[in-house]
């Protein structure tokens, strides 16, 4: 009751008092908080209520809403006349007031350096849209977060602004396009990928990967591609690297004979010896291998220690990535991950990634979100290696992409992806052309050259292998790629494919193909992406799951085929392939 009295008591000492007068009363009792450092946060509270409702009409409301924003963010305050300051260790905001309460204009400035117009944060505050305002002041915060004393601060900034600028010069070296694309050719071509410039809010990036399954607006497309990107910034270090202070590029810039920017030793420019180092922050985190990671490292001066990383299978990573890992199904053993997916024309794909092999400690993977690095002659070869995960990744995780089939019919089709090496994997399959298994390797070698070899029983035709490979590189989808290839086989029994036949010309007179990622486009994908379906003999070695593919397939599951030394081109112990697809004899028709 006594509570009860005390509240109407205020209610009726502040019926007729005005918001203006409450609002400047908390004010009042903010500033006379017992702990100085921290105002009570049930007032700070209230004042954040009271400025919701309040209406910023007037020069002052203004100056408090902006005060208390920089509160907010930890920065100081100061006013001049009809000109806020909100202050930090590295930076400073510049507000200039209408006496309505608008704003005129708003600056932001590195202390020591001029200040610039910021449009973004201008049209906040004309909007009256604080909440994000505030936001925004926060990334301005993160940007200048630089660790040491003022004058390591000033040092550090000093020497990541002369590191953008070097950025920006490699990119704009004249180099030889790639792609028909300039945006896309820029992105996945460009010695340092395509720079959007440091604004007043952001700092440099680089978006340096996205999978060709962004251009082409089909419903081929699997997967929905996401441009692959890292901000430029500074971090600080354990132990102290050599820095930059001034531009390392040799003026003008040259070229070496393998076409790569050529920089000056730090020793012939001005560097000083600082606790930090550079940093890619990795916008998304990208999941990286084992042997990735060892490359990461041999290339940069700075040490990704290990005690951060968490390491896992790298399908596992991928699937926690992906929107359909919450929508696996458990059918079969829980190490097993099992995806259906539908594509175009009503065809269903099952895809089984056995997860003890991929255990293998080749595919023992991590997730990285920033890569620390101490020269920019280090950027375009940790980009290239980037590029190179980011393409196997697309690869494989196309096997489970977010566009799952949650009906609980059967499936057309079904798929065992293996590991063969740290950048191949391979794809065993019931043949349409024939009742055997037959295997497609495929190997990332980089991000812009795949290759695809099949293996079976009678598949002889090179132009087959070369056809698949401009697909996989057009489309980046594992399941596009063998719904062309399995329409492919099929049309082998009704008219075999030329062994003489170029590659270009069966694409372009292909009317079977059921879409314009695979066929329509498919002669322009010659063009654009000339690939040799070859594999080197000193690449790899012919994978075992091939091999024991062809085995099973005549030893095994159908004893009836031609079993002849001769047609075995790759004799092996006979070992299961697939063997949850088999049926109690070891065929698979009650499945395929």
């Given at each position: ?407 609980s019919s059967a499936c057309d089709l079904h798929f065992e992806v293996l590991p063969e090496s740290e950048t191949s994997f391979s794809v065993t399959f019931h043949r349409p052309d024939a009742d055997s298994l037959a295997v497609l390797l495929v190997n990332v070698r980089d991000s812009r050259q795949i290759s695809c070899t099949l293996f079976g029983e009678g598949i002889e035709d090179p132009s087959l292998a070369e056809y698949i490979s401009t697909v996989m590189m057009r489309c980046m989808s594992v399941p596009v790629t063998l719904r062309t290839l399995h329409i492919k086989l099929a049309d082998i029994t009704s008219a075999p494919l030329s062994p003489r036949r170029p590659a270009t010309t069966e694409a372009e007179n292909d009317h079977s193909a059921p879409s314009s990622t695979t066929v329509t486009d498919t002669s322009s994908a010659l063009t654009t992406f000339p690939q040799s379906a070859s594999v080197p003999e000193d690449d790899f070695s012919v994978p075992g799951s ?47």
């Open positions: 009751m006594k509570s009860k009295s005390i509240i109407s008591d205020l209610h009726l000492k502040f019926a007729e008092k005005t918001w203006n007068e409450t609002f400047q009363l908390v004010r009042r009792c903010m500033d006379k908080s017992r702990d100085e450092s921290k105002p009570c946060e049930l007032l700070v509270r209230s004042l954040e209520r009271l400025q919701q409702v309040f209406h910023v009409s007037s020069m002052n409301t203004m100056k408090s809403r902006l005060e208390l924003i920089a509160k907010q963010q930890g920065m100081g305050f100061h006013i001049t006349e009809a000109t806020c300051y909100l202050t930090a260790d590295l930076f400073y905001l510049e507000v200039v007031l209408l006496p309505c309460g608008g704003v005129e204009d708003v600056k932001v400035a590195p202390h020591g350096g001029s200040p610039a117009p910021s449009e973004s944060l201008l049209q906040l505050l004309r909007s009256k849209n604080f909440a994000e305002f505030s936001v925004k002041l926060a990334g301005l915060s993160t940007r200048y977060n630089i660790p040491g004393d003022n004058e390591v601060k000033l040092k550090l900034l000093t020497s990541l602004q002369c590191l953008w600028k070097d950025l920006q010069q490699i990119s704009h070296l004249q180099r030889e396009p790639k792609d028909s694309d300039p945006k896309v050719d820029l992105i996945n071509n460009g010695r340092v990928g395509c720079l959007i410039a440091g604004k007043e809010d952001c700092p440099l990036t680089i978006q340096f990967y996205i999978s060709p399954t962004n251009e082409m607006n089909t419903s081929d497309s699997l997967t929905g591609a996401v441009v692959q990107a890292a901000q430029v910034t500074v971090g600080v270090s354990d132990v102290t690297h050599n820095l930059q202070m001034a531009s390392v590029i040799p003026q003008p810039p040259q070229l070496d004979p393998q076409g790569c920017p050529a920089f000056l030793p730090l020793s012939q420019a001005p560097h000083e010896m600082l606790p930090a180092c550079f940093l890619l922050r990795l916008q998304p985190a990208v999941p990286v291998t084992v042997s990735f990671v060892d490359k990461l490292r041999q290339i940069t001066d700075a040490i990704i220690p290990d005690v951060d990383l968490q390491w896992a299978p790298l399908p596992k990573l991928l699937m926690s990535r992906s929107q359909s890992a919450s929508s696996r199904e458990e059918s079969m053993d829980e190490q097993d991950a099992v995806f259906t997916l539908p594509l175009p024309g009503g065809v269903r794909h099952s895809y089984i990634l056995p997860g003890a092999a991929w255990e293998v400690p080749a595919q023992r993977s991590t997730v990285v979100d920033r890569i620390p690095f101490t020269l920019p002659a280090h950027v375009p070869a940790l980009l290239e290696l980037l590029r190179h995960q980011c393409a196997f990744n697309t690869l494989l995780g196309s096997c489970f992409a977010s566009q799952r089939d949650r009906t091939a091999c024991h593919a062809v085995s099973v397939a005549k030893s095994e599951l159908l004893p009836e085929i031609n079993t002849s030394p001769a047609v075995t081109l790759y004799p092996v112990i006979p070992a299961g392939v697939c063997p949850h697809w088999m049926t109690r004899n070891g065929h698979l028709s009650e499945l395929i």
